[in-house]
């Protein structure tokens, strides 16, 4: 794929603070995750959610995290919070996650020892998802704990918009960008000095990171050499 004026997608994700979200809006991110699953040290109320949902800048997206909510709970953080995409990390299946009538991306447990990942079945599986988010936790697992996977397990020629997330931090997502050509990464643990507080330092130096990914160009053949 060319690279050529590309600009991979961030999503920071976990937020328990209205002035982690205005930082981070600041710093330029796409999205920010607001975390409902219930047994996440990120989990917020609706309430809160929408709060920090009015401190978010205009043209940046505000995205609901669920794990196997029940529908009702999902209606409601709706209502309040107003999310642009939800983000459905446990078992649930197309036709609940389409019967919100908001965009979905279903999340993919990667952890490195379990089944290779089938495209096929991911297109049948979901064929209203309008983005993949491949994680590093285990099925079942919960995300936001910092485990990664091997990227080469991605599956290949998707034709949805595929994130990258598990185990990505300042340090290690300028490769994961150039070893994948994700349409965009998302990250909860590697910017955090505790889970839900987001620490300034590591946010701003994730965001440089991704620019530097995509301002990368692989050196031109030497002369003389087929192009
Ligand atoms: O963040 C949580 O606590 C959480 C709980 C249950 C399901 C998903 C959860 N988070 C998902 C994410 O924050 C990210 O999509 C992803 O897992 C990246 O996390 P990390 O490896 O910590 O960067």
């Known amino acids: ?4 004026l590309f600009r991979t ?3 920071f ?3 328990t603070r209205a002035g982690d979200v205005r930082l981070a809006s600041e710093l330029g ?3 920010v995750g607001f975390v409902f699953a219930a047994a996440s040290p990120r989990r917020v109320h609706a309430t809160e959610a929408r709060t920090m949902r009015n401190a978010l800048a205009p043209l940046v997206d505000a995205v609901a995290l669920f794990m196997d909510n029940d529908g009702d709970e999902v209606r409601e953080v709706i209502r309040q919070v107003r999310p642009t995409l939800l983000q459905f990390h446990g078992g649930e299946d197309d036709a609940f996650c389409r019967s919100f009538g908001v965009p979905y991306m279903k999340a993919i447990a990667m952890r490195d020892g379990h089944d290779a990942i089938d495209t096929v079945s991911l297109r049948t599986r979901y064929p209203g998802a309008a983005a993949f988010l491949f994680d590093g936790h285990a099925p079942g697992g919960s995300g936001g704990s910092g485990q990664g996977f091997d990227w080469s397990r991605l599956p290949r020629g998707l ?3 595929c994130v990258v997330a598990g185990g990505l931090r300042p340090e290690n997502v300028f490769d994961a960008i150039l070893a994948t050509l994700p349409w ?3 990250v909860a643990s590697g910017i955090e000095s505790a889970p839900g507080i987001k620490d300034g330092d590591k946010m701003r130096r994730f965001v440089e990171e991704v620019r530097r990914a995509d301002c990368h160009t692989e050196p031109e053949p030497a002369s003389g050499q087929p192009a």
């Open 184 to 186: 965009g990464v998302d």
């Open 13 to 15: 994700c976990g937020f």
């Open 9 to 11: 997608r961030i999503k």
């Open 29 to 31: 991110v796409d999205a």
């Open 1 to 4: 794929m060319s690279r050529t």
């Open 159 to 161: 034709d949805k918009p």
